[in-house]
């Protein structure tokens, strides 16, 4: 019951905050930001229904993987493009090692760092990109996506990207 309440709660919020659009802020988005990572991370993952060229994940909407290494691998889902690097020797509790290995050249909207019950760590962090652009960075456990966007897709994109890295943390939670 927590859980679907959690859901719901955090459908509404989203919900509200893609009505508002345009006019979200950067401080409304370090809120939802900070409300979207504490209410996934209380949930289990989303078990993963997708598997391609070797990545397991969860996706809701159809999905191209392409890979460029065994690290890296270029997401595309619907209009949007993802970037996303695995390492599972990268500690994402640490703000300072995450910090150096982004090597960040923008301002930093906002940054939180989050660990669960299961001691998964995970962080979201937005920084300013180009003309009116953020890159949104969302991590667990040594996955890591990224993406750049308008202030309004934010949220929505944020969203999938946790449930996506998140669902490939899903086996090593389960052993």
Request: hydrophobic content about 40%; overall charge negative.
């Amino acid at each position: 019951m927590k859980k679907r309440w959690i859901s719901l709660s955090l459908s509404a919020l989203i919900a509200a905050w893609l009505i508002a659009g345009c006019s979200v802020s950067e401080e409304h988005i370090k809120d939802e930001a900070r409300s979207l990572i504490e209410s996934k991370l209380i949930e289990e993952p989303k078990e993963p229904n997708e598997a391609i060229n070797g990545l397991s994940f969860y996706g809701d909407r159809e999905i191209a993987v392409e890979e460029v290494n065994e690290y890296n691998y270029v997401i595309s889902a619907e209009d949007t493009t993802y970037l996303l690097f695995k390492n599972d020797d990268l500690d994402y509790s640490d703000q300072d090692e995450i910090r150096d290995d982004l090597m960040l050249d923008h301002e930093v909207v906002t940054f939180e760092t989050f660990t669960n019950e299961s001691s998964l760590d995970a962080y979201i962090m937005i920084t300013e990109f180009d003309d009116g652009t953020y890159r949104l960075i969302v991590a667990v456990d040594g996955k890591k996506m990224t993406t750049v966007l308008p202030l309004d897709k934010l949220a929505s994109n944020a969203e999938f990207m946790f449930d996506f890295v998140y669902s490939m943390a899903h086996e090593s939670i389960s052993e």
